[in-house]
């Protein structure tokens, strides 16, 4: 079994910053791609920012230049680093990784998810 637990959601002002967490745990032989997605109330769930295991990242437009995504390896753990937050980051957000369990196989996890507000 594996689980992926966010941390660091919350409420703050237009142009404030937050940091989220993940922490993955249980049964891994290694993390391939890792990730935050969103989802906004009435919308669907969206990539917010993937990074490999060798460290390459993307992002969804809409964040670039905002948000930062980082990951410790050793540590088993992705972070979204995001400034400059607008209503529009309004959501929750998911922590997902692509996983090599002991049996051989790669699944995806997801995590239980984190409010992000936006308001002030």
């Known amino acids: 079994q594996v689980q992926l637990v966010e941390s660091g959601g919350g409420l703050v002002q237009p142009g404030g910053s937050l940091r989220l967490s993940c922490a993955a745990s249980?049964?891994?032989?290694?993390?391939?791609?890792m990730a935050w997605y969103r989802q906004a109330p009435g919308k669907q769930r969206e990539l917010v920012a993937a990074i490999t295991e060798g460290g390459n990242t993307n992002y969804v437009d809409s964040v670039k230049g905002r948000f930062t995504i980082a990951r410790d390896n050793a540590k088993n753990m992705v972070y979204l680093q995001m400034n400059s937050l607008k209503p529009d980051d309004t959501a929750v957000y998911y922590c997902y990784a692509n996983v090599l369990v002991p049996t051989g196989t790669h699944n995806g996890y997801w995590g239980q998810g984190t409010q992000v507000t936006i308001s002030s």
């Open positions: 249980g049964s891994i032989s290694r993390i391939y791609t």
